[in-house]
């Protein structure tokens, strides 16, 4: 009988879950990229951040790298841990927030000062590549494991807004 309550609601969780999905943003729709580009285009590289320590080019460096991780052009190393397990997964990517000055991928991390223009451009070229990439197996995330296109599609864009919101645009 307990197992039976169990699983109605891990059923129930993961049923929410992906509704909440489904009607999640994503890097994947049009509308979404559109936004993603104006807000771009909004970013001053004067801009401060309103947490962590990166300027305002090495926060754009970070979302390119991480957008070419996502498509498997930059391999990272896979850490083991509970983000990979259901529901955690699913929590982190569909439902709560990413927490400010979270730990990164050292490799997702500028050395030195890029060149904002050249941040810009690139995060603005992947950007509109991501949606129309086909990718027969999407990669592991090195946190959160085994990802497909739509969960990719939400957590770029997540990922991306939050550091927008970062630095105010």
Do not use: C
């Not at 992906?18 to 009607?23: C, D, E, L």
């Not at 936004?35 to 460096?61: C, F, N, T, V, Y």
């Not at 991501?130 to 997540?158: C, E, M, S, T, Y």
């Amino acid at each position: 009988m307990l197992l039976y309550v169990v699983s109605a609601i891990l059923l129930t969780i993961a049923f929410l879950m992906f509704s909440m999905a489904m009607s999640h943003k994503s890097l994947l729709n049009g509308d979404v990229e559109q936004e993603m580009l104006r807000r771009l285009d909004a970013l001053s590289p004067s801009a401060k951040g309103r947490w962590g320590r990166m300027s305002a080019a090495q926060m754009l460096h970070h979302v390119a790298e991480a957008l070419r991780m996502a498509t498997g052009d930059l391999r990272i190393p896979a850490r083991s841990g509970p983000l990979r397990m259901f529901p955690l997964k699913q929590l982190i990517v569909f439902i709560l927030p990413f927490p400010k000055s979270a730990p990164t991928a050292p490799a997702l991390l500028a050395r030195d000062e890029p060149h904002f223009e050249s941040q810009r451009a690139a995060v603005r070229e992947l950007l509109g590549a991501f949606p129309r990439r086909k990718i027969a197996a999407w990669p592991d995330h090195p946190a959160f494991g085994a990802l497909n296109r739509d969960q990719w599609g939400v957590l770029a864009w997540k990922h991306i807004d939050h550091h927008f919101r970062q630095f105010g645009v």
